[in-house]
C-alpha cells in the first residue's frame, strides 16, 4: 500500500522532465527528502548523505513499493529543489 503522502506528492507535484529523459521520480525524490528531514537532515548536503545511507534499505524500498531506487547525485538533487514549484509544496 502506498503511503498517503507519496499519493499526494505524486498527485501535485509536476515533473517537469520529459518522460523519455527521466531518470528520478520526483515525487520519490521529495518523499525520501521530507523522511530525511523529518530524520534530522538540516540542508541538502545532509538530505543527500541521509538518502545515499537509507534509500536502499528494504524497510524504505517496501515502504515505497518498489524493488530499485535511483539516487540522484548532489548536484542533481540540488536541482530537484530548484525546479520544484514552492507554492505547490506547500
Known amino acids: 500500500m502506498e503511503p498517503e503522502l507519496l499519493k499526494i ?4 507535484i509536476s515533473e517537469q ?10 515525487p ?3 518523499f525520501l527528502s521530507i523522511i530525511a528531514i523529518l530524520m ?5 548536503i545532509e538530505v543527500y548523505k541521509w538518502m545515499k545511507a537509507n534509500a536502499k534499505r ?5 515502504l515505497l513499493g518498489v ?7 548532489r548536484s542533481r ?11 505547490e509544496l506547500e
Open 40 to 44: 534530522g537532515a538540516k540542508n541538502p
Open 58 to 62: 528494504k524497510e524504505i524500498k517496501k
Open 77 to 87: 538533487l540540488y536541482d530537484f529543489f530548484e525546479i520544484v514549484d514552492k507554492d
Open 28 to 30: 520519490v525524490i521529495m
Open 67 to 73: 524493488e530499485f531506487i535511483r539516487i540522484p547525485g
Open 9 to 12: 506528492l505524486k498527485e501535485h
Open 17 to 26: 522532465a520529459r518522460p523519455q529523459g527521466r531518470q528520478y521520480s520526483l
